[in-house]
C-alpha cells in the first residue's frame, strides 16, 4: 500500500510533454551480424517526456496502481500524480490533455468513455480481479449452504451487468432495488429456506463496488429467508473484510480475489484450488473462500485517450515501456527483470 502523501502532494499536471528524435545524418550503423528473425519495428518518432497518471487516491494507492506500473513495467509515475475526487474528472484531465493515463474502476462507466481506449494489462499486474465468496472459517460449518448460494450467484454475474447497476446505484435508484435485479432465480433454495443460520452479517466495503457486491449478497440471502445485517467495514477493499471476518466482526462477503492479501504471489486463474488452500493456510483457518470465482475481470482499468493510442502507437501497458522513460527494472515473465532506459 502506498502512501501518496508521503510520495507527492495532490498535483496539477501540465500538458503531456512531447520529445521528437531528430533525424539520423546516415543510416543506422550495423551493430552486429544481420538476424533471421523478424526485425523489429524503428522507435516511434515522438516519445512522452513523462507518464503523467490521474485517478482517485483509492485506485493510486493499490498494489495495481502507481505501485504495480513501477513494479510490473518500470515506469516511474510517482511524481507526475493528479489525484482527484471523481472518475469524472479522471477522463476530464485525460481528454484536456494533464494527463497520459487514467486510472477508474472497470465497473465504473469511465471506463467506457466516449474519445478513451483502455490498455491492456499486458505483464498482468495482478492475477485475478474477479469476485469470490467469503466466509468465516471452516469450524463454521453451518456456512457452507450460504458460500454454495453466493458462489451460484457470483458465477451469474458478469462485467456488463456490474457496470449498469453501478451507474443505476450513480443515478439515484436505490441500491436494494439495483441489487435485487442481480439475483438470478438459481441463486435460491428450492423451498425459500436456507439450511443455515436464521441470521447473518454481511461485511461491506468503501466504493460503489464493495456496496454493490454487500447489497447483492444480502439481497441473495434474504431471499431464503435469512435475516441480513449489513457491518460497515471502510478502509481499501478486501483486506479490512477479511480482517472483519476473520476477527468474527461478520460472517460472510463478496470480495475481488485479487486485492486479498498477498493476492500477487497466488495464482488464482492458474489453479483456483491451490489459491484458496494456500490463502486460507495463511489465516490458519479462520476464513474460507468460495469454489467460484466471478467470470469477468472487475478490477483497474488504465485509459489514454483514442489520439494518444494512435499517435504514439500505444495499446497496451507495455507499449508505454517505448514511448516513455522507463526508471525501473522490468520484471516480463517473472523470470527476472530486464533493464530499459
Do not use: C, K
Amino acid at each position: 500500500m502506498i502512501a501518496l502523501g508521503s510520495l507527492v502532494a495532490v498535483a496539477s499536471v501540465g500538458s503531456i510533454g512531447v520529445f521528437t528524435a531528430p533525424e539520423p545524418d546516415g543510416p543506422p550503423a550495423q551493430l552486429g551480424p544481420p538476424s533471421e528473425e523478424e526485425p523489429l519495428p524503428p522507435p516511434p518518432d515522438e516519445v512522452l517526456a513523462a507518464v503523467a497518471v490521474v485517478g482517485l487516491p483509492e485506485a493510486l494507492e493499490r498494489a495495481d496502481g502507481v505501485a504495480g506500473l513501477t513494479r510490473v513495467y518500470g515506469i516511474d509515475v510517482t511524481g507526475d500524480l493528479e489525484v482527484v475526487a471523481s472518475e469524472v474528472e479522471v477522463t476530464a484531465a485525460l481528454l484536456d490533455g494533464r494527463s497520459v493515463v487514467g486510472v477508474v474502476s472497470a465497473v465504473s462507466p469511465a471506463a467506457t468513455a466516449e474519445g478513451l481506449v483502455a490498455l491492456v494489462d499486458d505483464l498482468g499486474l495482478v492475477d485475478a480481479h474477479r469476485i469470490v465468496a467469503l466466509t468465516a472459517g471452516a469450524d463454521r460449518t453451518e456456512l457452507a449452504p450460504v458460500r454454495e448460494l453466493l458462489d451460484q450467484q457470483v458465477a451469474a454475474l458478469d462485467l456488463a451487468t456490474l457496470r449498469a447497476a453501478v451507474s443505476s446505484a450513480a443515478a439515484g435508484t436505490p441500491l436494494d432495488e439495483v441489487a435485487a435485479e442481480l439475483v438470478t432465480p438459481s441463486a435460491a433454495v428450492p423451498n425459500g429456506e436456507v439450511s443455515g443460520p436464521a441470521q447473518l452479517r454481511v461485511a461491506s466495503w468503501d466504493g460503489p463496488l464493495g456496496a454493490l457486491l454487500a447489497a447483492i449478497a444480502v439481497a441473495t440471502l434474504e431471499r431464503t429467508g435469512v435475516e441480513v445485517e449489513v457491518i460497515p467495514i471502510g478502509g481499501e477493499g478486501a483486506a479490512d473484510v477479511v480482517a472483519a471476518v476473520s476477527e468474527g466482526q461478520a460472517d460472510a462477503a463478496l470480495v475481488i480475489a485479487g486485492e486479498l492479501p498477498d493476492a500477487v504471489e497466488l495464482p488464482w486463474t492458474r489453479n483456483l484450488e491451490a489459491a484458496r488452500d494456500a490463502f486460507q493456510g495463511r489465516f490458519e483457518g479462520q476464513v474460507t473462500l468460495g469454489a467460484v470465482l466471478g467470470p469477468d475481470d472487475v478490477g483497474l482499468r488504465y485509459l489514454v485517450t483514442e489520439d494518444v493510442a494512435a499517435r504514439f502507437g500505444v495499446a497496451r501497458l507495455s507499449d508505454l515501456i517505448g514511448v516513455a522513460p522507463a526508471t525501473a527494472p522490468v520484471d516480463v515473465d517473472g523470470g527476472g527483470v530486464r533493464e530499459d532506459g
